[in-house]
């Protein structure tokens, strides 16, 4: 009987801190869609294709200097 509580507790406490980085990351996430609605509506697709296009440096260094300050 100790071994069935045992596993019932570890899955318990793996929900909870499930549960708890739900929580935690979803203001992020919906910060995330908001900014991305925005985007949508002000940006035209082909100006944001423009500087952000391809796999050069100046593309990711563009891309993460946008995404730098959203978690903070």
Known sequence: M???DTILD?????LVGSWTIFRE??????LGLFMTGVIR???KPESVKRY???KDTR?????S???????L
């Open 2 to 4: 100790a071994r069935k």
């Open 10 to 14: 570890t899955i318990i406490e793996i």
């Open 25 to 30: 990351s979803s203001i992020y996430f919906l």
């Open 41 to 43: 509506v002000f940006l």
């Open 52 to 54: 952000l296009h391809g």
């Open 59 to 63: 593309s990711v260094l563009l891309a």
């Open 65 to 71: 200097l946008i995404g730098v300050p959203i978690p």
